[in-house]
């Protein structure tokens, strides 16, 4: 089950332009993060080992949609940046 990290405020638009996820595990891991509404996945980091994967590109979410990830029951770190438009 996807855990909500956020939902756009009500008249903006928000445009994710980088997602960062640190993994402190020995073993393979993938975290996917979601568009709410479609389930769409915005990215998808991946890796081996402890250490940070990163995503850049950019996506337009309008108001009212969410943003969640997936990535089992490791600890992570998860860091997400954009901006909102009016």
Known sequence: MATLLFTVPVGKTCVVRDI???MNTV???VV???AG???AIIAQLSGTGA???QWT???ALPA???ISCNAGTTPFTLIGTGYLLT
């Open 20 to 22: 960062e996820c640190f």
């Open 27 to 29: 073993g393979a891991w």
């Open 32 to 34: 996917n993060i979601y």
């Open 37 to 39: 509404s479609t389930g």
């Open 51 to 53: 250490g940070w994967k």
């Open 57 to 59: 590109g950019r996506v």
């Open 64 to 66: 009212g949609e969410t």
